[in-house]
């Protein structure tokens, strides 16, 4: 089926500076024309009328014929029914009963499967003929039908009693013709040149009258328009005067003589057009409009093509939500009355019904909002929206595949390549179609962080195909591929021989040969991976001898090891001893004193014991590579040979580790001796003296220091607890002048004063204690109840 040409209002329509039109909004619904059996009747003939049932449609021509029609238009079943226009047909609920009135006359109802049912004539053409079946026996009927005896219009109601015979009721007579009945429950609806007309069956009562409001209208012309939204909301158009209309119960208090229900006019309002057709849509309403325009090249007006417009109506006017101008069959020969709109409630299907033309229209569904959104070049949105529909995954990928193209086409390389993970999918076949395509226009490197690398994998060839790419063109690019990709996706001996080949034109490339090592590592070839990462001092290499537990490949490499990183290498050896001897090491570490002192001090601040055999060697290290631990080594060692370190600190004069060595030895005095003499340092030399706690000491140092006023000064102020002060100061000599000397003095009188209170404190605690006058001089104790 064509899709019918659809338009705007000319106010919808802009353009901006550039004269590029303003983004349309979407529209409501979509149209297709009703072709295969239709085209070829309305070739022929001319549609008159149409009823929509939920299983098929009935058309009725100018030539007197009704045919069945499925939903696509094909014909099903015809009838002959009259030499003249059909003016009206109707259906029952179950679409097994038709009733068919003609200009000529003739009123029918019979069964579509049975032909059972009766036929009247009348005098003048019968316009209208509605009925309703009650489905109470297989043919029990109610008919509604227009009698014109003499002329006068009457409207009768025909109802089956319980004696199966014909009870009639006049419902309406003597106000024109009647033009249009519309049955709901238990309201009948009709329109005269008067106005409409309600009636409720269940209490025989008309209930109201609505009046035609523009009577300058001819009505056969602009026929009125009713439809029911539903049990009890009756909507009528006329002209361009639309009128919403709701059925209500009264209130018992003000019934009197009044029907029990009364219409109320909820919303009212003008069109801009006139209505050749209504019909609800939700909570809104779908109006057919015949309209009217005048030429900017003619001063008469011309018909326009007809409009179906979808508004919301409101207490005092009405929102326009879209309007579409339909492009129908002769559209410029027909007139307001030819037109007419049914509609399937069911699907929300509606039938633009002209003579030479049938137009469906429908809501849009997701299908077509993705379309709309495709059209207008709005890929995002329809790729989202097809997500959320979940209908289809080849829509999905028609969709992705054409936003891919438009990328591509923009120069968008980047977005493309990013959108190809989300639209591709799992789709092989499509994977390795784009990655030729961006291979075309030389955009590999685009595309290749998103290729699939999970479940879903694609031949190792474009993976290999990538990589050489960037090998080409981006080493660092290549390497981070490298370290991204998983190694199963492509052949790893044809990418190493790839590196190597471009290593021989630039051997010393850091980049090429951390990725070979790489390479290496993943193919199992760890020695190889393991010589290139200490050739480059990378900062992997002691990941990958832990991980790999390569502890046998670095025995003949320590040096190499302990060059690049000298901290992780020894500890690296000292906790896998297990693994790498100390004799091993000692031995790589020969010729490098520098790099033996380091693995040896470790070992030495790890266990003072484990390398008591290597603590000789260790003396002339410490003093030629690190003499500030030499000291704390020979404090801490007793395995070291006193004699060997003598001998080296008096060669290379280590005053401060041979005094050390010399009091070690129980040469105090020579110790003393060279703190005075080489250091100068009283204090040192005092303290030197209270450590040992030797008299002969203590009259040494006065010795040395008597003709030195700076060490007599020292040592007033430090000898009166472990020397009669006397003895100082009986020799210094006369009129030396001794610095601070007043202080010194000061400081041991305080301390002897101290002395003596200190003294007779002891004295008196034990006379007391001899006397039984104190029991005990330990402190107290709390005692507690138990």
Known sequence: MAEVEKGRKPSEESTDESGEEDSVEEPKLKYERLANGVTEILQKDAASCMTVHDKFLALGTHFGKVFLLDIQGNVTQKFEISPVRINQISLDESGEHVGICSEDGKVQVFGLYTREGFHENFDCPVKVSRFHILLLTSYFYDKLRVYVPGGIIILLLYERNWLNRWKTSTLHEGEGTITNVQWRANLIAWANNVGVKIYDISTKQRITNVLRDNVSLRPDMYPCSLCWKDNSTLIIGWGSSVKICAVKERDHTEMRDLPSRYVEIVSAFETEFFISGLAPLADQLVHLYFVKENSDHMEEEFRARPRLDIIQPLPEGFEEISSDALTVRNFQENECRDYRLEHSEGESLFYIISPKDIVVAKERDQDDHIDWLLDKKKYEEALMAAEISFKNVKRHEKIGMAYINHLVEKGDYATAARKCQKVLGKNMELWENEVYRFKTIGQLKAISQYLPRGDLRLRPAIYEMILNEFLKTDYEGFATLIREWPGELYNNMTIVQAVADHLKKDPTNSTLLTTLAELYTYDQRYDRALEIYLRLRHKDVYQLIHKHNLFSSIEYKIVLLMDFDKEKAVDMLLDNEDKISTDRVLEELRDRPELLHIYLHKLFKRDHHKGQRYHERQIGLYAEYDRPNLLPFLRDSIHCPLEKALEICQERNFVEETVFLLSRMGNCRRALQMIMEELEDVDKAIEFAKEQDDAELWEDLIFYSIDKPPFITGLLNNIGTHVDPILLIHRI??????????????????????????????????????????????????????
């Open 733 to 786: 000599k006369e009129r030396m002048e001794i610095p601070n000397l007043r202080d010194s003095l000061v400081k041991i009188l305080h301390d002897y004063n101290l002395q003596i209170l200190l003294r007779e404190g002891c004295k008196k605690i034990l006379y007391n204690l001899a006397n039984g006058q104190i029991t005990s001089i330990l402190p107290p104790t709390k005692c507690t109840d138990q």
